[in-house]
């Protein structure tokens, strides 16, 4: 079975300093991985993607991750956090079998203090 | 380009009726999928459609029913309503050929409250 672990519900940074939200995955295949935002009253959107290539993955708004097949973890980072940035974070995995569904993680709740 | 649309953005139902909520996909896309969000939640995952038939199925159980039409849209229905049906629901749309990538496009959701 395939799954995600996200190791914080809730993350708190000053604006300008660096941001990090962990995940760690599960699954019996080679997955897909994602990461998605979900502003209040937003839907989702997806910042970024891994699919076997680069295991460094760059993204939307500055944000990238990291695959690491070793610690089976894809750790979500931006060097500088913005005050838009405040939202909820999720984890994805998608087992590469052709089989679509995605399995999200709990998500990491980002506030960012002025 | 139009995004995945949703309808209706709300809705408010009491126990033991049925209602049918509504998605558009992204132009282009061919294939829907529905997951329920509850408060605090990550989205989980229900079923998906793809050339009108339902192709796989999450944990829910049979009084979520769906339908994909031949345009692609498509809609969710949920029978006798339990208060723990109160929740976001999702859909998002992809292509079928898309493969590994399989970027799926969320619609911005239909918040339905169960009295």
């Known amino acids: 079975a395939q799954s995600v672990t996200q190791l914080d519900s809730h993350v708190s940074v000053s604006e300008g300093t660096p941001v990090l939200l962990r995940c760690n995955y599960s699954?019996?295949?080679?997955?897909?991985l994602f990461w998605y935002v979900q502003h209040p009253n937003k839907g989702l959107q997806l910042l970024l993607k891994?699919?076997?290539?680069?295991?460094l993955v760059k993204g939307i708004n500055g944000f990238e991750a990291e695959f690491k097949k070793s610690e089976t973890s894809f750790h979500l980072t931006k060097p500088s956090a913005h005050m838009s940035d405040a939202a909820e974070y999720f984890c994805?995995?998608?087992?590469?079998?052709?089989?679509?569904?995605?399995?999200f993680g709990s998500g990491t709740r980002l506030q960012v203090q002025p | 380009d139009a995004g995945v649309t949703q309808s209706p953005t709300h809705l408010i139902k009491t126990r033991g009726q049925q209602v049918t909520l509504r998605c558009s996909p992204k132009?282009?896309?061919?294939?829907v999928s529905w997951y329920q969000q509850a408060l605090g939640q990550g989205p989980q995952f229900i079923f998906q459609?793809?050339?009108?038939?339902?192709?796989q199925r999450g944990n829910f159980p049979d009084r979520f029913s769906g339908h994909q039409f031949p345009n692609y849209s498509s809609e969710l229905n949920v029978n006798a309503l339990l208060l723990g049906d109160s929740a976001l629901y999702l859909c998002?749309?992809?292509?079928?050929?898309?493969?590994?990538?399989?970027?799926?496009?969320f619609g911005p959701g239909t918040r339905l409250t169960v009295l």
């Open positions: 994805v995995v998608n087992k590469d079998t052709g089989r679509r569904a995605l399995t």
């Open positions: 998002a749309s992809s292509l079928a050929s898309s493969g590994r990538s399989n970027e799926q496009f």
């Open positions: 891994y699919t076997s290539a680069a295991t």
């Open positions: 132009s282009g896309h061919d294939t």
């Open positions: 699954s019996s295949y080679s997955p897909s």
């Open positions: 459609y793809y050339e009108e038939e339902e192709r």
